[in-house]
């Protein structure tokens, strides 16, 4: 019985995480302009492609994409979508390009999408040196803490002689571990320095580019 009721559970769970991931709701399938539903994911940077998860959600009622509405909003979308202003944004913010612009356009905005996309791997190169730097220096206060610990309890008079060897031999440890992540902070200090430089150029090379 208990297992009946974990299986249905479950089973509620489910449709509830489906419904709660559906592209659309029941009354937005029931009143969809398909011209400008396509329109609309065309300008959110989205291929048609996803007019498969707006049948799947629109399924329980009855509703059936209509296709060509879809596909000519879409392309009017696309033609809005792929300039040079907005390649440079969508490549900026690292997300990545759903190959829908049409031929004519599509060289402009995937020139302007890479000088976006570089300035964001540079950043986040940036961001993800300095989050680990500062992991690298919490953990270096927390090793010197430990070794503290380590030596008061070396001049604990209740501390036996073979007790203050292995404390001894600890301290070493920890102290070749201090060494090393002060290397690896010393490191990424003087990379983060170098891609910031990086990052300045670019910027400026952009701005004279006009994005």
């Not at 509703?63 to 809005?80: I, N, T």
């Not at 030596?151 to 090393?180: H, P, W």
Request: charged share 30%.
């Amino acid at each position: 019985m208990a297992r009946t009721l974990g299986l249905a559970t479950l089973a509620v769970c489910a449709v509830l995480f489906l419904a709660s991931c559906a592209s659309m709701s029941e009354q937005e399938c029931l009143t969809a302009d398909w011209r400008l539903m396509g329109y609309t994911d065309a300008m959110e940077g989205r291929s048609t492609a996803t007019i498969s998860q707006h049948r799947r959600a629109c399924a329980g009622v009855s509703v059936v994409p209509d296709l060509d509405l879809y596909q000519y909003g879409h392309e009017e979308g696309a033609r809005q979508y792929c300039t040079a202003a907005n390649g440079y944004r969508v490549g900026s913010s690292g997300t990545n390009y759903q190959s829908i612009c049409p031929a004519d356009l599509e060289y402009l905005f995937l020139d302007a999408y890479q000088e976006g996309r570089d300035l964001y791997d540079i950043t986040k190169e940036i961001s993800d040196l300095e989050t680990q730097m500062r992991k690298d220096e919490s953990l270096v206060k927390e090793l010197r803490r430990d070794i503290e610990k380590l030596e008061k309890a070396i001049v604990d008079d209740d501390t036996s002689a073979a007790e203050r060897r292995a404390k001894l031999a600890e301290i070493s440890a920890l102290g070749d571990q201090i060494s090393n992540l002060e290397v690896d902070v010393s490191q990424a200090r003087r990379s983060i320095g170098r891609l910031e430089l990086q990052q300045y150029y670019m910027r400026e090379d952009h701005r004279l580019l006009g994005y």
